[in-house]
């Protein structure tokens, strides 16, 4: 047989060579390789050593090799996209595809029709990864179990499910229950359901802006998350549960001195309920009104907590000799947000540095040379 030729060289059959790197690289790596290559003059413990690390060098072989079942194997197990590039015969095998799917479910895009109405290939692919949902035949995507095994996996690939599940509600009970987040795509007509609702705001308390009016102004519901500790919950209840001082009081107990962000503006005026927001956090002064920043005792106790609370403190407050003093006293730092004229004295700055050297970075260039003396 005359020899076949490549590059212009003459090929040697491979059970001819006699040296081990006889054109193998060239053989092996080079794009274009002829496509009509004659199986004698293949390399193919080379190639099944190539397609086992790069599946998708199945692309670059010859015909011989695109249609050995074996090598067709071995590069699909590598990577599932490599079926692209086998033999049409191959590219149905049922025992390939699914090992294609498994490998890499993105390979379910160039699978037949056949194959992608197939439920058990399907299920083999999202259960890889569930956003390969989108490659399944419609019929499929309106599978609810299907979907709700796709989201098991990857809640998001509830956005290939047929819309038509989004109103069922059986189905969405179960995908609130593998991701609050699902209820996001829930029908309007859903958003009042008590049950789903619960279920969410048991894994978030932001589930509550997806919830109808109604539900947002319900007093129990809201109430039951904030009992758990949940005060977040009131960042999306109704105005009225904001207003609602037993729930806010109870939301700043259980849960958080920030709770008093969520509280109507008549509540932020409470003395008695910012007083207990800022002995749980000091940062809370942040949310009380104009009127109680400027309260000397809640802006000290507030210090007392947490000096960067002075920050939020009144600017009358923060140019009170006298209060500041108090608040360098409690920590040095806090000569941080006193007013520009209180950082440039030099006895206060001194009482500050002595409860904390750091303080010094505060002081007025003007009188810092002094401080370091």
């Given at each position: 047989?005359p020899?076949q030729?490549y590059?212009?060289?003459?090929l040697v059959?491979y059970?001819?060579r006699?040296?081990g790197?006889?054109?193998?690289?060239?053989l092996?790596h080079?794009?274009?390789?002829?496509?009509d290559?004659?199986a004698?003059?293949?390399d193919w413990?080379?190639?099944?050593?190539?397609?086992?690390?790069?599946?998708?060098?199945l692309k670059?072989?010859?015909?011989?090799?695109r249609h050995?079942r074996?090598?067709v194997e071995?590069?699909?197990?590598?990577d599932?996209n490599?079926?692209?590039?086998?033999?049409p015969?191959?590219?149905n095998?049922?025992?390939?595809?699914?090992l294609?799917v498994?490998?890499?479910?993105?390979?379910?895009s160039f699978l037949?029709?056949e194959f992608?109405?197939?439920?058990?290939?399907?299920?083999k692919a999202v259960q890889?990864s569930g956003?390969?949902?989108?490659h399944?035949c419609?019929?499929l995507?309106?599978?609810?179990?299907?979907?709700?095994?796709?989201?098991?996996?990857?809640?998001?690939?509830i956005?290939?499910c047929?819309?038509?599940?989004?109103?069922?509600?059986?189905?969405?009970?179960?995908?609130?229950?593998?991701?609050?987040r699902?209820l996001?795509?829930a029908?309007?007509d859903?958003n009042g359901?008590?049950?789903l609702?619960?279920?969410?705001l048991?894994q978030s308390?932001?589930?509550?802006?997806?919830a109808?009016q109604?539900?947002r102004a319900?007093?129990?519901?809201v109430g039951?998350?904030?009992?758990?500790?949940d005060?977040?919950?009131m960042?999306n209840a109704d105005d009225s549960?904001?207003a609602?001082?037993?729930?806010v009081l109870?939301?700043i107990?259980?849960?958080?001195?920030?709770?008093?962000?969520?509280a109507?503006?008549?509540l932020?005026?409470?003395?008695?309920?910012?007083?207990?927001?800022?002995?749980?956090k000091?940062?809370a002064l942040?949310?009380a009104?104009?009127?109680l920043?400027?309260d000397?005792e809640l802006a000290?106790?507030?210090?007392?907590v947490?000096?960067?609370?002075l920050?939020?403190?009144s600017?009358?407050?923060?140019a009170d000799?006298?209060?500041?003093?108090?608040?360098?006293?409690?920590?040095g730092m806090?000569?941080e947000?006193?007013s520009a004229?209180?950082?440039?004295d030099l006895g206060l700055?001194?009482?500050a540095?002595?409860?904390?050297w750091?303080?010094v970075?505060?002081?007025?260039?003007?009188?810092?040379?002094?401080?370091?003396v």
């Amino acid at each position: 047989m005359p020899g076949q030729k490549y590059r212009g060289k003459v090929l040697v059959p491979y059970a001819l060579r006699t040296r081990g790197d006889d054109d193998r690289q060239e053989l092996v790596h080079s794009k274009g390789m002829p496509d009509d290559l004659a199986a004698d003059l293949v390399d193919w413990p080379m190639v099944q050593s190539l397609l086992s690390e790069k599946g998708c060098a199945l692309k670059e072989m010859p015909k011989v090799v695109r249609h050995d079942r074996a090598l067709v194997e071995t590069a699909v197990r590598q990577d599932g996209n490599a079926l692209m590039f086998a033999s049409p015969d191959l590219q149905n095998d049922r025992e390939l595809v699914e090992l294609a799917v498994q490998s890499n479910a993105e390979a379910l895009s160039f699978l037949s029709e056949e194959f992608r109405k197939n439920e058990e290939i399907v299920l083999k692919a999202v259960q890889n990864s569930g956003q390969s949902l989108r490659h399944a035949c419609p019929a499929l995507r309106a599978n609810a179990d299907l979907c709700l095994e796709a989201m098991r996996q990857d809640w998001e690939a509830i956005d290939h499910c047929d819309p038509s599940l989004y109103n069922d509600r059986d189905f969405m009970v179960m995908a609130v229950g593998i991701s609050w987040r699902t209820l996001s795509f829930a029908h309007p007509d859903l958003n009042g359901d008590r049950e789903l609702i619960e279920s969410a705001l048991k894994q978030s308390t932001l589930a509550l802006i997806h919830a109808s009016q109604e539900l947002r102004a319900d007093k129990a519901l809201v109430g039951a998350a904030v009992h758990r500790g949940d005060w977040q919950v009131m960042v999306n209840a109704d105005d009225s549960l904001k207003a609602d001082r037993d729930l806010v009081l109870a939301s700043i107990r259980k849960g958080s001195g920030f709770a008093l962000q969520n509280a109507s503006k008549e509540l932020q005026d409470d003395r008695d309920l910012v007083f207990e927001a800022l002995t749980k956090k000091g940062m809370a002064l942040e949310f009380a009104s104009e009127r109680l920043q400027d309260d000397e005792e809640l802006a000290l106790i507030s210090v007392k907590v947490n000096k960067d609370a002075l920050q939020f403190a009144s600017q009358r407050l923060r140019a009170d000799r006298d209060f500041v003093m108090q608040c360098v006293r409690i920590d040095g730092m806090a000569a941080e947000f006193a007013s520009a004229e209180l950082q440039a004295d030099l006895g206060l700055m001194q009482v500050a540095i002595v409860q904390d050297w750091r303080a010094v970075e505060f002081a007025a260039p003007e009188i810092r040379k002094a401080l370091l003396v």
